[in-house]
């Protein structure tokens, strides 16, 4: 079945460094990318996605690139605060299996 | 704004023992998923369901049980929980299926002594 790997597993950052985390996935089937954050104690929580008709998507502070022919995302945070920290997670849906199908998540610690 | 409330929030079983959780939604979602997650690892689908009485296996659906009776509760059981298991179990629900936000409870913890 669909493979989601995520890097790197954790990062610890000062206040207002950029970071970049990877995500690969292995079947082209796969054609919708959302990412979930989870602070430490709250729920999941959507914070971007993008389809793969696209290649780039931008909201606030966080940029997400989607490249088909490698199979790869790279979501990239800007300005980073200390409220940032947190275990970020990619995911694809599957049209072929229906499922939606995680990485192991990136643990995020923002230094102030 | 809806909510996704699980019950109970913490669960410690004995080996063998089986053991029920429960998810309820407000939101009307159609989409209800059951996945679990441990410590370093991401979230594994153990079931989900795209309407009432509808139960579809996920990766992991090996030792559970699930149930949507309604279209706003779906209930998962652990068969016959494994000595020293732990694991957060996560609910969620969706609009529609696969290309839509999840919605996610706040996990009930399970602990198996």
């Known amino acids: 079945g669909e493979q989601v790997e995520q890097l790197p597993s954790s990062l610890i950052v000062q206040e207002g460094a950029s970071v970049l985390i990877n995500c690969s996935y292995t079947?082209?089937?796969?054609?919708?990318f959302p990412w979930y954050k989870q602070e430490p104690g709250k729920r999941l929580q959507f914070i971007i996605d993008i389809r793969s008709n696209m290649e780039r998507k931008q909201t606030q502070r966080l940029t997400l690139l989607f490249d088909k022919k490698t199979k790869h995302l790279s979501l990239h945070i800007t300005a980073t605060q200390p409220g940032d920290s947190a275990i970020y997670f990619c995911?694809?849906?599957?049209?072929?299996?229906?499922?939606?199908?995680f990485g192991d998540g990136t643990v995020l610690t923002v230094k102030p | 704004g809806g909510i996704i409330t699980q019950t109970p929030k913490f669960l410690i079983g004995q080996e063998g023992q089986k053991l029920t959780l429960k998810c309820q939604q407000n939101f009307n979602h159609d989409t209800m998923y059951w996945y679990r997650q441990d410590s370093g690892k991401g979230l594994r689908l153990i079931y989900y369901?795209?309407?009432?009485?509808?139960?579809q296996k996920g990766d992991l659906s090996e030792g559970y049980d699930a149930s949507r009776e309604k279209k706003s509760s779906f209930s998962l059981t652990v068969t016959s929980a494994q000595k020293n298991e732990m694991a957060v179990f996560l609910c969620a629900s969706s609009t529609g299926r696969g290309q839509n936000t999840l919605y996610f409870g706040a996990g009930t913890r399970l602990s198996v002594l």
């Open positions: 369901s795209i309407t009432e009485n509808d139960l």
């Open positions: 079947d082209s089937a796969s054609v919708y």
């Open positions: 995911s694809g849906y599957n049209t072929n299996t229906g499922k939606l199908t």
